[in-house]
């Protein structure tokens, strides 16, 4: 049996360039997504590979 699965994360620019207008909180927190969802494709690429 197969099972597979997705993952949709939903963020924004700010993840990726930072916010000019105070809200340093809130791409902080969309860049941690990116790199939680980046870090845990990663974990789940080598278990499927053994």
Do not use: D, P
């Not at 000019?20 to 494709?41: C, M, N, P, Q």
């Amino acid at each position: 049996m197969t099972r597979w699965g997705s993952i949709l994360n939903i963020t924004s620019q700010a993840a990726f360039h930072g916010s000019t207008t105070g809200h340093a909180h809130y791409a902080a927190s969309k860049a941690g997504l990116v790199a939680f969802a980046i870090s845990l494709a990663r974990e789940v690429a080598k278990q499927k590979s053994m």
